[in-house]
């Protein structure tokens, strides 16, 4: 599908989403659909795509969904683009909600065989929407229990400046390759750029416990380094948290919950988004709390969550208009139109 490869190069994705959003292209995607025009798919041909996945290739019906919702947003992005007219994916229903209570048991299981230090990652990927890199980074200062804030301004990244080379095999190394992992400001970010979180209570009740089994790591301002007090660490509590550990702790705890099919620690920030986005919370909110610039992309990437949406709101202002709820409205509502 060409409308399928311009979805992949709109906006500024990461590598590794592209690599996903690709992967499913070639091995889902295309096999089953071949050359058919995104015009011509009907919710019939969605349904059986699923049933598909499910009986001729063996994936569990999470992983089929995990497809579907992929697809879904290409079918969100096309409407958005006047490439089609109607989102055939609202007229499909899924078993969504039971696949959801089983990604949280998913998300328990994980949790509980994940070492007590580094359990916490899970809460703030899947509770905060956090990027992995963001939730290795997370210092005391970034929190606000009074109002139940985080306030995300910085990442672990694997692109930091590597120190001068002082050994003869240090000078041999190509240029690029074993770049140090620094704590950074965010990308795409001004120096002084961050973003504010809602902070579940259930989470900050958990981030207040772990500091006081764990306490936190203390990283001064230097190469490489923002000053502050980390949650996290390495297991020697040497340096900071590095991917190569998380991806380690992740893989054994997966393992050892039982859970065979592949899930990563990014799959907690797209749990987030589904789970908020389906409930009514607005896209624009969705889109801050997330760090995506443009609320357009989280339209594009989560639409198929929500197809409800417009008849919420058909519903709500028909009962507003026959007097079925009521009307009143805050006060800040008449600074709103003054300003306007």
């Keep these: 599908m060409d409308v399928y490869r311009d979805f992949i190069d709109s906006g500024s994705r990461v590598n590794g989403t592209r690599y996903q959003y690709e992967t499913s292209l070639r091995l889902h995607v295309e096999p089953y659909f071949g050359s058919t025009a995104i015009g011509a798919v009907k919710p019939k041909h969605l349904n059986a795509w699923l049933k598909w996945m499910v009986e001729e290739r063996g994936y569990e019906e999470s ?37 959801k209570r089983r990604v949280k048991t998913e998300i328990q299981a994980i949790e509980q065989h994940l070492p007590g230090p580094y359990k916490l990652l899970v809460w703030l990927m899947a509770g905060c929407g956090l990027r992995i890199g963001e939730a290795c980074a997370v210092t005391l200062q970034q929190f606000d229990f009074e109002t139940g804030t985080l306030y995300v301004d910085r990442q672990v990244t694997q692109d930091g400046e590597n120190e001068e080379p002082s050994t003869n095999v240090q000078k041999a190394i190509t240029k690029g ?16 750029e961050g973003r504010a979180v809602p902070v579940p209570p259930t989470i900050a009740a958990k981030v207040q416990e772990h500091i006081r089994l764990y306490g936190t790591f203390r990283v001064e301002e230097g190469l490489n380094r923002l000053e502050g007090d980390y949650l996290f660490s390495n297991i020697g509590r040497s340096n900071i948290l590095m991917y190569s550990l998380v991806a380690r702790l992740w893989r054994n705890a997966k393992k050892a919950a039982g859970i065979s099919r592949r899930i990563t620690p990014h799959w907690l920030r797209h749990f987030f988004a589904s789970v908020g986005l389906s409930k009514g919370v607005p896209v624009t909110d969705m889109a801050e709390w997330l760090g995506h610039r443009d609320p357009r992309i989280t339209h594009q990437t989560y639409a198929h969550v929500m197809p409800d949406a417009p008849e919420r709101l058909r519903s709500l202002m028909d009962a507003v208009f026959t007097k079925q709820t009521d009307l009143s409205l805050p006060l800040e509502f008449e600074a709103v139109v003054e300003a306007a």
């Design 177 to 192: 390759r074993g770049r140090a992992h620094c704590i950074r400001h965010l990308k795409w970010r001004d120096l002084d």
């Design 63 to 99: 992983t089929a969904i995990n497809r579907y919702e992929t697809l879904a947003g290409v079918f969100s992005f096309a409407v958005a683009n006047e490439y089609i007219t109607k989102n055939p994916c609202q007229h499909v229903r899924t078993g969504r909600q039971r696949v």
